[in-house]
């Protein structure tokens, strides 16, 4: 069953170590080959894994990879793929040049630690080329010597014979002695070697790591490692641990903090996610966007900070600036009050805003006419903002022409009564002469809020000068009651103390 290691999807495990897993793997272009795994939690697997990538460097500066090796050195994603290269075996040698390339690779090699068993190498058209490399080995170079500057298959020397002689062996006599006395003091030594406990190396500089260990008689090998964050120049992690005991010619390992420095690319003109992705390629943190208007489409990347081709530690965080698209056209709102709706609504749409909800509120002013406006009048506007208009408007106010007519009569007149939803009947026996009922029917304006209405009728007749209704009332609801009044009789009905609508009942 395949899964997927990085963007590659694994196709059969060859081979599992402590810290390292070989797999036969598939590019995401289709590619066939073999992914190297590092699992890097420790010096150790540090240590192996950035001598394998020098190692992969020193090659490919002499021409002798694969098209399309890939190596990651990111945190979680330290890995190596090598793509499948057919071609016959290079060895055994045939040939001088083929000695002499195979010789140039084993002595790029070399110092690293890597020999002849740990390749897998190729003869292509093109040369030797190198088709594996195992990241682990640690084997001695076999059946090679050096010579004239060239490998060479090894061979005996042949030298012309002396016949002996008093100055032939004496010599040898003396070394033989000599000899005999050195193999006994150096296998005294070798047998029973001191040993060391390994110092915490980590966070010094290398002179001072060196000179803690020169007394040990240790190989000391550097690898490097890249981690911006970190002093250049710092021992970042040992192989073998701190605390270990060792003899002397043990290697000891030490990483070495060389940040890389590199450049940040060119992103403007490219899509948000499209830059952030070649951030992240090029070993750059993407820091939060940040967007303003421009003539540029929505999205787009106008610059970064750091700019382009700034030099920049890799791992550093990148800012990118992105386009909002053109700044909105602005506009000022005139003045709408006293125009009716069909007026205000073209004023509005030739300022190139757009007319927002219409609110209407009891008024004597005529029907529609602009009592207030939202945004008010000078206020400078994005195009296409809303405007919300409040307009006069009435409600249906039912009542007769005359009223209802009653003989005189002496009693002393009631306190006429209103309510809400319902009718109070003043009693035709109460009028006197001339005096009359006028039923009243108001529906009240619905509200948004629960707050009620103030009616308030005002009546002037013969009788003078009163105030017959003054009560509150639920919005929505309709206002109903009786009036009596004499001769002609003018109304004014205020609802919450603005004048909402008068009228005129003439006596018969």
């Given at each position: 069953?395949s899964?997927r290691?990085?963007?590659?999807?694994t196709?059969?495990?060859e081979?599992q170590?402590?810290?390292?897993t070989v797999?036969?793997a598939?590019?995401?272009a289709g590619?066939?080959?073999?992914?190297?795994?590092?699992e890097?939690?420790g010096?150790?697997?540090?240590?192996?894994?950035f001598?394998?990538?020098k190692a992969?460097?020193?090659?490919a500066?002499l021409?002798?990879?694969?098209?399309?090796?890939e190596i990651?050195?990111?945190?979680?994603a330290?890995y190596?793929f090598?793509p499948?290269?057919?071609a016959?075996s290079?060895l055994?040698?045939?040939?001088?040049?083929v000695?002499r390339e195979?010789g140039?690779?084993?002595?790029?090699?070399?110092?690293?630690?890597?020999?002849?068993?740990d390749?897998d190498?190729?003869l292509?058209?093109?040369?030797v080329?190198?088709?594996a490399?195992d990241p682990?080995?640690?084997?001695d170079?076999?059946?090679?010597e050096?010579?004239g500057?060239?490998?060479?298959?090894?061979?005996?020397?042949t030298r012309p014979r002396?016949?002996?002689?008093?100055?032939t062996?004496?010599p040898?006599?003396?070394m033989?002695?000599l000899?005999?006395?050195?193999l006994?003091?150096?296998?005294?030594?070798?047998?029973?070697?001191?040993e060391?406990t390994?110092?915490?190396?980590?966070?010094?500089d290398?002179?001072t790591?060196?000179?803690?260990?020169r007394?040990?008689?240790?190989?000391?090998?550097?690898?490097?490692?890249?981690e911006p964050?970190?002093?250049?120049?710092?021992v970042l992690?040992?192989?073998p641990p701190p605390?270990t005991?060792?003899?002397p010619?043990?290697?000891l390992e030490?990483v070495?903090?060389r940040?890389?420095?590199?450049s940040?690319p060119d992103?403007?003109g490219?899509?948000?996610s499209?830059?952030?992705?070649?951030?992240q390629?090029?070993?750059?943190l993407p820091g939060?966007p940040a967007?303003g208007?421009?003539t540029?489409?929505e999205g787009i990347v106008?610059?970064?900070?750091p700019?382009?081709?700034?030099?920049?530690?890799?791992?550093?965080?990148v800012?990118?600036?992105?386009?909002?698209?053109?700044?909105?056209?602005?506009t000022v709102?005139?003045?709408?009050?006293?125009?009716?709706?069909?007026?205000?609504?073209y004023?509005?749409s030739?300022?190139?805003?757009?007319?927002g909800?219409?609110?209407?509120?009891?008024?004597p002013q005529?029907e529609g006419?602009?009592l207030?406006q939202?945004?008010?009048?000078?206020v400078?506007l994005?195009?296409?903002?809303?405007?919300?208009?409040?307009?006069?408007g009435r409600?249906?106010v039912l009542?007769p022409e005359q009223?209802f007519?009653a003989?005189p009569?002496?009693?002393e007149?009631?306190t006429?009564?209103a309510?809400?939803?319902?009718?109070?009947a003043?009693?035709?026996s109460?009028?006197?002469?001339g005096?009359?009922?006028?039923?009243?029917r108001v529906?009240l304006?619905?509200?948004?809020?629960q707050?009620p209405v103030?009616v308030r009728?005002?009546?002037s007749d013969?009788?003078?000068k009163?105030?017959p209704?003054?009560?509150?009332?639920q919005?929505?609801?309709?206002?109903?009651?009786?009036?009596r009044?004499?001769g002609d009789?003018?109304?004014?009905?205020?609802?919450?103390g603005f004048?909402?609508?008068?009228w005129?009942?003439?006596a018969p």
């Amino acid at each position: 069953m395949s899964d997927r290691r990085g963007p590659y999807e694994t196709l059969q495990r060859e081979r599992q170590d402590d810290f390292l897993t070989v797999w036969t793997a598939r590019h995401p272009a289709g590619r066939r080959g073999r992914l190297y795994w590092f699992e890097v939690r420790g010096p150790e697997a540090r240590a192996a894994f950035f001598r394998f990538r020098k190692a992969l460097k020193a090659l490919a500066s002499l021409g002798v990879l694969p098209e399309g090796l890939e190596i990651s050195a990111k945190p979680g994603a330290y890995y190596v793929f090598w793509p499948k290269f057919d071609a016959p075996s290079a060895l055994p040698a045939k040939g001088r040049k083929v000695m002499r390339e195979v010789g140039r690779i084993l002595e790029t090699l070399r110092p690293l630690g890597y020999a002849l068993p740990d390749l897998d190498l190729r003869l292509a058209e093109e040369g030797v080329r190198v088709a594996a490399l195992d990241p682990l080995g640690e084997h001695d170079e076999i059946e090679v010597e050096r010579l004239g500057g060239r490998f060479l298959k090894a061979v005996p020397a042949t030298r012309p014979r002396r016949r002996p002689g008093l100055a032939t062996w004496l010599p040898g006599l003396l070394m033989a002695v000599l000899g005999m006395w050195l193999l006994t003091t150096g296998s005294a030594r070798y047998l029973n070697p001191p040993e060391f406990t390994v110092p915490d190396l980590r966070g010094k500089d290398p002179r001072t790591a060196l000179e803690q260990v020169r007394e040990m008689g240790l190989k000391v090998v550097f690898t490097l490692a890249s981690e911006p964050d970190r002093p250049r120049d710092l021992v970042l992690e040992q192989n073998p641990p701190p605390g270990t005991r060792v003899k002397p010619g043990r290697t000891l390992e030490l990483v070495l903090n060389r940040p890389r420095d590199g450049s940040v690319p060119d992103l403007s003109g490219k899509p948000l996610s499209e830059a952030q992705q070649e951030l992240q390629n090029a070993g750059y943190l993407p820091g939060p966007p940040a967007a303003g208007h421009s003539t540029e489409p929505e999205g787009i990347v106008l610059a970064s900070a750091p700019p382009a081709e700034a030099p920049l530690p890799q791992g550093s965080s990148v800012r990118l600036l992105t386009s909002d698209g053109p700044a909105p056209k602005k506009t000022v709102l005139p003045d709408l009050t006293g125009l009716s709706l069909e007026d205000a609504e073209y004023l509005v749409s030739v300022a190139e805003l757009r007319l927002g909800e219409v609110q209407t509120l009891p008024s004597p002013q005529p029907e529609g006419t602009v009592l207030a406006q939202s945004p008010p009048a000078g206020v400078t506007l994005d195009a296409g903002s809303p405007v919300v208009l409040t307009v006069a408007g009435r409600a249906e106010v039912l009542l007769p022409e005359q009223g209802f007519m009653a003989p005189p009569i002496t009693e002393e007149e009631p306190t006429p009564e209103a309510t809400s939803g319902g009718s109070a009947a003043t009693p035709t026996s109460d009028l006197t002469p001339g005096e009359r009922i006028v039923p009243i029917r108001v529906p009240l304006p619905a509200r948004g809020s629960q707050a009620p209405v103030h009616v308030r009728l005002v009546v002037s007749d013969e009788n003078g000068k009163r105030t017959p209704i003054d009560t509150f009332a639920q919005g929505g609801t309709t206002l109903e009651g009786s009036v009596r009044v004499k001769g002609d009789a003018h109304f004014q009905l205020f609802l919450d103390g603005f004048p909402y609508q008068e009228w005129t009942s003439r006596a018969p």
